[in-house]
């Protein structure tokens, strides 16, 4: 079964600072796509970045980087240089290549930028 | 943005009485997934769609049912709402083959069970 696990209930950080935000994950499966959301607000869910489990290079969306460390089985979310605009929940969800592809959520980290 | 449309956006009801939700998509995309998002859970797994009349269960599906009729068009029902079914609902869809396709997901439906 997939499972994604975020510790970091919540996080405060000073505005143009980076961030990171923590998130390990459980599958036995070799093929799989690990994906970031932020939630402002305003309830709408907004795709940040994906990695797939045998992409070479972590990978990176402007100001979003993912961390990508398999043996470890985590996929750590970086923000560098952090806005007031950037707080917000952010989940993890991993979702497997083959089958149901069921995309399965973190529980969440809710980020506040302090200015 | 992808078009999905979700309504009611908001819905107050008694215990006991039948709800439906509905999400409705313009994209044409095989897969549509049912959510529940509640404070500390995240977003959980309801119930899935991979094709017309071809559904799955989720991680919290009891009390819930789905029917697809038709591509565009995933429908969440509860047969007998409860006040633990208070939640925010949020429908989603993806396409099949691309291995990072993301999901898109709609507006949500905010449901309150008095």
């Known amino acids: 079964a997939q499972k994604i696990t975020q510790t970091q209930p919540g996080m405060f950080v000073q505005e143009k600072e980076a961030v990171t935000l923590d998130c390990t994950y459980d599958t036995s499966d070799p093929s799989y796509g690990l994906f970031w959301y932020k939630q402002p607000s305003s309830g709408e869910m907004i795709f940040l970045i994906y990695q797939g489990s045998y992409d070479q290079q972590n990978a990176t969306e402007g100001r979003y980087s993912l961390n990508f460390q398999k043996a470890r089985k985590s996929a750590n979310l970086v923000i560098s240089a952090s806005q007031l605009g950037d707080s917000a929940m952010y989940f993890c969800?991993?979702?497997?290549?083959?089958?149901?592809?069921?995309?399965?959520f973190g529980q969440g980290t809710r980020l506040t930028i302090n200015p | 943005d992808a078009g999905i449309t979700q309504s009611p956006r908001h819905k107050v009801t008694e215990t006991g009485t039948p709800v439906t939700l509905r999400c409705h998509q313009t994209?044409?995309?095989?897969?549509m997934y049912w959510y529940r998002q509640d404070p500390g859970h995240g977003l959980r797994l309801i119930h899935y769609?991979?094709?017309?009349?071809?559904?799955d269960k989720g991680e919290v599906s009891d009390g819930y049912s789905v029917s697809r009729s038709k591509t565009e068009d995933f429908l969440l029902t509860l047969e007998s709402a409860t006040s633990s079914q208070t939640s925010v609902y949020f429908c989603?869809?993806?396409?099949?083959?691309?291995?990072?396709?993301?999901?898109?997901f709609g507006s949500g439906t905010q449901l309150s069970v008095l």
């Open positions: 769609s991979y094709g017309v009349k071809d559904t």
């Open positions: 989603a869809i993806s396409d099949v083959g691309l291995t990072n396709e993301k999901l898109f």
């Open positions: 994209e044409n995309h095989r897969y």
């Open positions: 969800a991993m979702r497997l290549i083959q089958g149901a592809q069921k995309l399965v």
